[in-house]
């Protein structure tokens, strides 16, 4: 049922953690998220190339014959936690969490050679369209049909919603039915017939788009109709790591949580030695240091290759989302009215636990399927 | 005579070790015939006993194994792996708790004299902490001892003391100086159990059982040297042996709750419920949990096992399991349905399980059990309420 080899995080791991921590407490302090909130700003260039430049974040996790460092899942989690922690907006997730790994996971050498380098330190992102509106992310789902024109050029027709940066990502990645079932292809960004609307996100940081596709035209990447097992194992990859987030996120809340019970005086106390307050931070903290044991295990069991890794997936993704929802809420309360204003940064955190609770199939979803996985009849 | 265990290959040779002197097709200690249960765990305790495996980390001159932590929890995976208890049901109390704090605080001689009969099954040991009017509060105990000549007289009186009907011995936490001070002025004190000075009265508990106690001191005496650390220490000294008990906990009992998890899916499919879509949430959930859980575990034993300070995520782990097993028993039940108004087949849990006897058939008798003692697993060892406290106050910092 669990893996039993004890897996901790090494020392190397814990100064690779500190360093992130570092930068981004400098590089994202509130001022910068707030600026999402209030303006226009949607995209920082600036960022994304500095997260390359500086430390190889894009290419973090891609083997370095592909031009990436060779890290694995865990090293990608330990960034993701920071990065959730200061609610960074960024192509992060949807580029080198999920398109990256999906396109690593096809295990095609000139898919690796070509697109994968694009993805590392080109200054590009990419996009992978693969919901539809239901918000189910399974194979069943993919309603986009692509149809052949004999060489590698197909023509894609369909609409997908909730796609990660897919208004703006340089490389556009669509999944696609064909006679021979789903396959994966590029689209150009100014292809004909391809319409790209931004939606408007209840977490502003986090950038989202309808794609609709008339006849477009579609280069197919890899291999006709055998795309969905690496879909499926990058989504678990993309699943991991915004959970990751999601704890690096709730943590942040239950600081802030704390540090406003110390200060914070009533009754001629802190409020932080009224014990319902008290009991609350408590419960932030089991449920923000159990989702970061699933993530780390889950992790580990990834970078194994170990059979039982998806299940471990589902029970960190099912827990992480329900435990930051938990924890997002909570700080609210815990704030009193200051917690309900625009002004105070709560509400970003409520908006993106949230909305990350619905990205990547439910954790009701995650539920079903480990019941399945245990046995139980269908 | 006892063989040498070797730590690089101890999983391994433990494992082999254990299938060997089990009957082919063994299904746990519960699945034996109620009669027979208690003739086994004394035989099995002797096997133990005789290959060296009972005191593993203790030092081979008090009769242990002389291996590491380490090679202690792996051995008790392996033995809650294989359906089987470390010991007598009483063992734990001297094997756990106290056996690891003496060799912490003891003196050469008590370490010599009183490591050895633990070990034999000599001296059976029970936990004097609690008074009737300290529990969470046990800053505020008030049973005296008082030093006079060769001995010290201890009056006062201690409640809820597990197995103090079959112990040999207790440890009681008494006040040995006038300081008001909680913490201070209270010493760990060894008292022999066989006295006119000391008298048992069994405390029926909720379940129906009797496994807990009151106990009285009308000027009790013990020798002198049996204050384990120095006289005044004894705040201290408790809590040595209370953190010995949540790290064993967090080895073993992620296994006996994996066993336990398997036959509540046994039970779903027995009362035909794995269709039911609500049911197929509820287990989803409890296995999610359990699975976080154990993660959580896994960590603080990495830990533990490589000798560092446990992280702050230890702290959670008594909480977070009591908790766990409190709601799994309650989903059983639930499942059960109609079954649990009735008591079908014996009632588990028994000592020193908090789960059924791994192998127990899957009665509504084992549930109700295990409902019925899971409403301890919250208060024991302290209540929820208090480690939220010490979680709130110790690790996030927030005042008092
Ligand atoms: C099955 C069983 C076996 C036991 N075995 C032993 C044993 O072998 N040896 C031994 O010494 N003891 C033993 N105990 C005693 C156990 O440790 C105590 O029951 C426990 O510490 C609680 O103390 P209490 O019962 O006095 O409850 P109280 O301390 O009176 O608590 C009553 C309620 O008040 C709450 N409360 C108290 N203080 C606070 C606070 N500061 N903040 C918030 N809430 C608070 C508690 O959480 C609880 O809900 C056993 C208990 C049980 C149930």
Excluded at chain 1, 179 to 196: K, Y
Excluded at chain 1, 220 to 240: C, K, M, N, Q, Y
Excluded at chain 2, 33 to 54: C, E, I, K, S, Y
Excluded at chain 2, 310 to 339: F, M, T, V
């Amino acid at each position: 049922m669990t893996m039993t080899d004890d897996q901790v995080l090494s020392q190397e791991h814990r100064v690779f953690q500190q360093t992130m921590r570092r930068f981004f407490d400098k590089a994202v302090p509130e001022s910068y998220v707030r600026d999402f909130y209030e303006g226009e700003a949607g995209f920082d260039p600036a960022m994304w190339r500095r997260l390359d430049a500086e430390f190889g974040l894009p290419g973090l996790a891609v083997p370095e014959e592909f031009g990436g460092s060779g890290a694995g899942l865990i090293e990608l989690v330990l960034v993701m936690e920071e990065m959730g922690r200061c609610l960074l907006p960024s192509p992060f997730l949807g580029s080198a969490g999920l398109a990256t790994s999906v396109l690593l996971r096809l295990g095609d050498t000139e898919v690796n050679t070509c697109l994968v380098p694009r993805l590392v330190s080109s200054g590009d992102f990419a996009a992978l369209a693969v919901t539809v509106s239901s918000g189910d992310w399974s194979e069943d789902a993919v309603s986009v049909r692509a149809e052949g024109g004999g060489d590698d050029t197909f023509r894609l027709s369909g609409t997908v919603r909730f796609v990660l940066d897919g208004d703006l990502a340089p490389l556009l990645l669509v999944a696609a039915r064909t006679t021979s079932g789903i396959s994966l292809f590029e689209v150009e960004p100014d292809a004909r017939g391809l319409d790209r609307q931004r939606a408007r996100s209840l977490d502003p940081t986090r950038r989202l788009a309808t794609v609709v596709m008339h006849d477009v035209d579609g280069r197919l990447v890899g291999h006709e109709g055998t795309a969905w097992p690496a879909i499926r194992r990058g989504l678990d990859d993309a699943a991991l790591l915004l959970a990751a987030e999601q704890v690096g996120a709730a943590e942040r809340c239950m600081d802030l949580s704390v540090e406003y019970a110390r200060t914070r005086h009533q009754f001629g106390r802190p409020i932080g030695s009224f014990q319902a307050i008290k009991h609350k931070c408590a419960d932030m903290l089991l449920r923000v240091e159990s989702a970061r044991s699933a993530v780390y295990a889950a992790a580990f069991a990834l970078d194994q290759a170990n059979p039982q890794a998806s299940r471990a997936v589902d029970v960190a993704a099912a827990y992480s989302g329900d435990a930051f929802s938990w924890v997002a809420k909570e700080m609210i309360q815990v704030h009193g009215g200051i917690g309900f204003t625009w002004e105070h940064p709560a509400h970003w955190y409520f908006r993106r636990a949230t909305s990350s609770a619905a990205l990547f199939g439910s954790a009701t979803a995650r539920r079903r399927r480990i019941a399945a996985a245990l046995g139980m009849p269908c | 005579m006892s063989r040498e265990w070797r730590a690089s290959t101890f999983r391994e040779d433990v494992r082999a070790f254990i299938a060997r002197l089990l009957p082919r097709g063994w299904k746990g200690v519960g699945a034996l015939p109620v009669g027979d249960v208690d003739a086994f765990v004394t035989q099995w305790r002797d096997t133990l006993a005789t290959a060296g495996l009972l005191g593993l980390s203790w030092p081979r001159e008090y009769g242990g194994g002389g291996l590491s932590h380490a090679e202690e929890i792996v051995l008790a995976e392996e033995l809650a792996r294989a359906k089987v208890p470390g010991g007598a049901p009483w063992d734990p109390m001297g094997m756990q708790m106290l056996g690891p704090t003496l060799l912490e605080w003891g003196s050469e001689a008590q370490k010599a004299h009183f490591l050895p009969r633990i070990l034999r099954g000599e001296d059976r040991w029970c936990q004097g902490f609690s008074e009737p009017d300290s529990g969470s509060d046990l800053g505020s105990l008030s049973t005296r001892a008082v030093a006079d000549g060769e001995f010290w007289h201890v009056d006062g009186q201690k409640v809820w003391t597990s197995s103090a009907q079959v112990a040999d011995w207790i440890f009681v936490l008494a006040r040995t100086s006038r300081e008001e001070s909680a913490h201070h002025g209270m010493s760990f004190v060894l008292v022999p159990m066989d006295q006119p000075g000391v008298e048992v009265r069994p405390i029926t508990m909720l379940s129906g059982e009797r496994e807990f106690n009151e106990v009285f001191f009308t000027d009790a005496v013990t020798h002198r040297e049996n204050v384990l650390g120095p006289v005044g220490a004894g705040w201290k000294v408790a809590m040595t042996l209370l953190s010995y008990e949540r790290s064993h906990v967090a080895a073993t009992l992620p296994i006996q709750y994996e066993q336990e998890f398997e036959r509540l899916l046994a039970l779903v499919e027995r009362r035909g419920l794995g269709r039911d879509a609500l049911v197929r949430d509820q287990i989803a959930q409890a296995y999610t949990q359990l699975s976080v859980l154990a993660s959580l575990g896994r960590r603080v034993k990495a830990q533990i096992s490589q000798g560092g300070p446990p992280g702050r995520e230890s702290q959670l782990i008594k909480l977070a399991w009591s908790e766990y097993h409190r709601d799994l028993a309650e989903l059983a039940i639930n499942l059960l349905g109609p079954e649990a108004m009735v008591v079908e087949g014996r009632q588990g849990p028994f000592l020193p399980y908090t789960a059924d006897y791994p192998g127990a058939p899957i009665s509504s008798g084992a549930w109700i059990g295990t409902l019925l003692h899971s409403r301890s697993d919250t208060l024991v060892g302290g209540t929820s309420e208090i480690q939220r406290n010490i979680c709130a106050e110790r690790v996030l910092g927030l005042p008092r």
